[in-house]
């Protein structure tokens, strides 16, 4: 008998045992706007600083330099690189890079390794090597 009165005492399912769920609002809704435009801003700020320390782990004396870049089409480059004492034009497409030519001798030979040479040179002997490379 003192099973029965342990079952009976305990009712199932009683409507007391369910608490009741205050209405979500505005307030919460705002709460979480807020929270996610605090996380985008975040991101966005770590993309930004990251692209302008892009140099950051840069060692000093690079082997290789990007001495010039030409767009050729919305995809398709042509990148002009030193490598030791050896300039290199290469070709670069989405999923590919070939080597166009290797100069025997440098285009720029005035400007020290590490260093901007002026603008003016660069595209305008940049643009003769290149299409002395490809024949116009």
């Given amino acids: 008998m003192s099973f029965l009165k342990v079952m009976n005492a305990v009712p199932f399912a009683s409507p007391a045992a369910v608490n009741a769920v205050a209405p979500t609002g505005v307030g919460n809704l705002g709460q979480v706007t ?3 435009a605090l996380v985008l801003a975040v991101i966005f700020g770590a993309a930004w600083a990251l692209k302008r320390m892009r ?3 840069k060692a000093g004396n690079a082997t290789l330099d990007v001495i010039a870049n030409l767009p050729l089409t919305q995809k398709e480059r042509a990148v002009l690189i ?3 004492g050896t300039q290199i034009l290469l070709g670069v497409a989405p999923g590919r890079v070939n080597t166009l ?3 025997t001798e440098p285009v720029l030979t005035d400007t020290p390794p590490g ?3 002026p603008k003016d040179l660069v595209r305008t ?3 003769a090597v290149l299409k002395r490379s490809l024949g116009l």
Wanted: a positive charge; hydrophobic letters at 45%; one cysteine or more.
């Fill in 101 to 103: 030519h290797v100069l």
């Fill in 115 to 117: 260093s901007a040479p």
């Fill in 34 to 36: 807020l929270a996610l």
């Fill in 125 to 127: 002997d940049f643009k």
């Fill in 82 to 84: 030193r490598c030791g």
């Fill in 55 to 57: 140099g950051f782990g």
